[in-house]
């Protein structure tokens, strides 16, 4: 019984051509993604807001409030610490 021997096809540098000239074009005409830029204004904007958002918060809680938001805060803490350990 004679033996068959296995032909191979090997694409060049693992690009057909399309892929190819796909790339040359995209190099030759060096296509830049352009991101929109941000509103400055805004920006300071969003910025004051976070600065003091969360002092404007516990000010408005009553104690109880904040004592109950806490509790719970430390109830999660807990249970994620009791999770990793098992």
């Known amino acids: 019984m004679a033996t068959r021997k296995r032909q ?3 694409k060049a ?12 074009v995209s ?7 352009a991101k929109p830029e941000k509103n400055p204004a805004a920006v300071a904007l969003g910025r004051q807001g976070g600065l ?4 404007a918060r516990a000010e408005k809680l009553s104690p109880a409030k904040r004592s109950e938001i806490a509790r719970k ?4 803490r807990w249970k994620s610490k009791e999770r990793r350990s098992q």
């Open 8 to 10: 191979t096809k090997k």
């Open 52 to 55: 003091k958002g969360g002092k």
């Open 13 to 24: 540098k693992g690009r057909d051509e399309n892929e190819l000239a796909a790339s040359i």
């Open 27 to 33: 190099l030759v005409t060096e296509v830049a993604e």
């Open 73 to 76: 805060a430390a109830a999660t």
